[in-house]
């Protein structure tokens, strides 16, 4: 990126990072206080966000009160919590109900082992709470540097002086007769089926008998997990029976998938989605800015037209989706019966600053509904548990049609998501389709910025042509300054004029840039959010995974003093960014006026200093195909600057031949004197 800073009319130029080129025009007098407040910010955010691992969700949410097992609870002590009792309707002359169960109880769905099964993950549930304790991927391990194991994408949150919070839980069936609500969560229900044959469709049935004082049967509540090979999809089904001769007025209160594990060393879009569908098909997606400071109207992911139907509810990473979608009711074709969906962020140890314990998830309700003596409802559940991958999402009908596309998200900056989303989905299928030739991702994203900086080289050069006019216009422009101080509108009209006459244009040197910046910012995007990059090697000895740090080795961890960063590795591309970008500063050339003034000369001097830093510390802990990226940009920026400012001296050196300065009238082109007419010349 090249920036350049204007005094009056007078020019200094510096290379910042991507070898993307930016042209702004800034008072000299404020340049050094936005320099020095811009290092200061980047350095801020480099100290909060690089150094310290955060995750990218915010902010603290207070501890969750669980509740403890009901099944014997006298009426007279708070384990229960009560809701507001409804209007009652006749029934059975008790005070409360009790929860009775089976004993704790695990089991295995699926498998990790995808050669042999064929199933792309592994549940493994727990008869407390009936839930997910753990869910586990078997295509992708956790990058372990020793002895890596399958990627557990799902797992318990763990909050102080409580019970532990688990994906799918139920955690509350709200009893309106009674004005009652059980912890279900805390209750081991009783395992009544099991099937795990192995590369067959496996189940597993749970149940939790809902009874009277005397021990009477009052509801039963069954729910029961179906598992499939080669696919990313499960079924969950709640059921719950009314086995009284009275209606019983009843909604259920779940967790939906809880515990997201971290997939990167910095931020990795840990967030909460939902997505719904208005009366014309078009989908509107709904997401907190910040799951953190979100507040509860905003966690609660509803959306602004009322009357559209919700299709799934997610909680999100960086690569990976946990996607419940609720099934249409039979009578009604609607899936808002499921009412309640937050997104919840968990913060265990209720520290003001994110850490790796931190975590995020979903709380789902049900509307309230009235089962009529001896029958039952069903609420059916399909979830997707697996990576964001356009690719997959387009090839699947299933996912197509309900929007799976929607999970993944591009960090789009300045630059509006109209923009930045289709380009970056268009380099992720050109990266596609050359690895399908190539077999390397290192290798591709090496060759797609050249591709890029070669269609982009036309605009590169036209704005660098413009911006070493303006340089070179600059003691002319301080004289017309000088001149007509006292007569504004007649300065402006004879700056105007020199630059027409030159053929240089501040606008040309700034609206190019302006044309580069969403193309960068979507390769960057596409490189980042890339699932097909984790675990991708570009070399067998270094850079060994794309989507982590390019730790050349590791050593046992430290702590800058006062800063209190911690570093594990060597990461030797920063560093060869750094060295790459003094080079870029040491070949700009210096300007004319920057000799004949000194504010200006201190200025460049400490850019050069400054920008070789910065970004390195700033991107010591990207992901290396990111790195990878900014590092072939820089290294192609400094060759395409040499090869256009050899040109610039060809021309300058032709026009001092006697050739034709070029202007704006001659489009560019060097064209030779032509002699006059035979009849002119002897005028």
Same mark, same amino acid.
């Given at each position: ?27 000299? !007098? ?47 002590? /708070? ?5 507001? /009792? ?87 069936? *709200? ?16 395992? =009544?089926?099991?099937? =795990? ?14 009874? =009277? ?58 967030? =909460? ?17 910040? *799951? ?50 937050? #997104? ?71 630059? /509006?998501?109209?923009?930045?989303? /289709? ?15 190539? #077999? ?6 090496? +060759? ?5 900086? *070669? ?16 340089? !070179? ?8 300054? !000088? ?51 984790? #675990? ?80 390195? +510390? ?37 026009? #001092?031949?006697? *050739? ?10 060097? !064209? ?12």
């Amino acid at each position: 990126m090249q920036i350049a800073f204007k005094k009056d009319d007078r020019w200094f130029q510096t290379e910042l990072k991507n070898g993307i080129f930016f042209y702004l025009v800034i008072p000299m !007098k404020r340049a050094l206080i936005l320099v020095v407040v811009g290092f200061v910010g980047i350095c801020g955010f480099m100290v909060f966000d690089a150094m310290h691992q955060s995750p990218a969700v915010h902010g603290a949410l207070k501890p969750l009160t669980l509740l403890q097992q009901t099944s014997t609870t006298p009426p007279d002590e /708070p384990q229960v919590q009560t809701v507001p /009792p409804p209007t009652l309707v006749a029934g059975p002359p008790v005070t409360r109900l009790n929860a009775v169960g089976g004993e704790v109880q695990s089991v295995q769905l699926g498998s990790t082992d995808k050669d042999k099964t064929g199933f792309k993950f592994q549940l493994d549930l727990t008869s407390t709470g009936a839930a997910l304790k753990t869910a586990s991927f078997s295509e992708w391990n956790d990058r372990a540097r020793k002895d890596p194991q399958p990627l557990s994408f799902l797992r318990p949150v763990i909050l102080p002086k409580e019970n532990q919070i688990l994906s799918l839980a139920s955690q509350g069936l *709200l009893l309106y007769n009674y004005g009652q609500k059980l912890p279900l969560d805390q209750l081991a229900w009783k395992l =009544t089926q099991v099937n =795990t044959e192995p590369d067959s469709v496996q189940t597993a049935l749970f149940e939790a008998a809902i009874v =009277t004082e005397t021990n009477q049967p009052a509801l039963l509540v069954r729910k029961t997990y179906t598992v499939r090979p080669n696919t990313y999809l499960f079924d969950l089904k709640l059921e719950i029976v009314n086995q009284t001769s009275d209606p019983q007025k009843v909604a259920m209160n779940l967790s939906g998938p809880v515990g997201l594990e971290q997939e990167s060393v910095r931020q990795d879009m840990r967030t =909460t989605v939902a997505l719904y569908k208005n009366a014309k098909g078009e989908f509107a997606r709904v997401a907190p800015k910040s *799951l953190r400071k979100a507040d509860t109207q905003a966690s609660k992911l509803m959306p602004e037209n009322s009357e559209s139907s919700l299709v799934w509810v997610a909680a999100v990473g960086k690569y990976f989706a946990a996607i419940v979608v609720p099934q249409p009711d039979p009578v009604t074709e609607n899936t808002r019966w499921l009412s309640g969906h937050t #997104g919840v962020y968990f913060n265990p140890d209720g520290s003001a600053k994110p850490n790796l314990d931190d975590t995020v998830g979903l709380k789902l309700s049900t509307e309230e509904i009235t089962l009529a003596p001896n029958t039952q409802h069903a609420y059916n559940f399909q979830i997707y548990l697996g990576p964001k991958d356009k690719n997959l999402f387009d090839k699947n009908e299933t996912f197509k049609s309900l929007g799976f596309v929607h999970t993944i998200s591009f960090l789009g900056c300045c630059c /509006p998501s109209q923009v930045i989303y /289709p380009m970056a989905f268009g380099i992720l299928w050109t990266m596609k389709v050359m690895y399908g030739v190539i #077999g390397n991702y290192g290798v591709v994203i090496i +060759l797609l910025v050249l591709v890029m900086r *070669l269609i982009l080289h036309p605009v590169t050069k036209k704005s660098q042509i413009s911006m070493h006019k303006m340089s !070179k216009l600059a003691p002319r422009a301080e004289e017309i300054k !000088k001149k007509y101080a006292a007569n504004k509108a007649e300065m402006n009209r004879q700056m105007m004029l020199l630059y027409k006459e030159q053929g240089a244009s501040p606008i040309m040197g700034f609206l190019p840039m302006l044309i580069q910046m969403p193309v960068w910012i979507s390769l960057w995007s596409a490189i980042n959010a890339s699932v097909d990059l984790r #675990g991708a090697k570009f070399l067998p000895f270094w850079i060994t995974d794309l989507s982590m740090p390019d730790a050349l080795f590791y050593f046992p961890q430290i702590t800058i003093p006062l800063v209190g960063w911690t570093l594990d590795s060597f990461n030797l591309l920063p560093v060869l960014m750094g060295v790459a970008f003094y080079l870029q500063q040491k070949l700009m050339p210096t300007q004319a006026n920057a000799a004949a003034n000194p504010q200006m000369a201190q200025q460049q001097k400490m850019m050069a200093i400054m920008m070789p830093i910065m970004f390195p +510390l700033m991107l010591y802990k990207m992901p290396s195909g990111v790195n990878l990226y900014i590092m072939t940009s820089t290294a192609l920026g400094v060759l395409e600057q040499h090869v256009i400012r050899k040109h610039i001296k060809e021309k300058e050196a032709l026009e #001092g031949r006697g *050739l034709v300065a070029v202007t704006s009238k001659t489009g560019g082109k060097v !064209k030779k004197k032509k002699p006059k007419p035979m009849f002119k010349q002897f005028k």
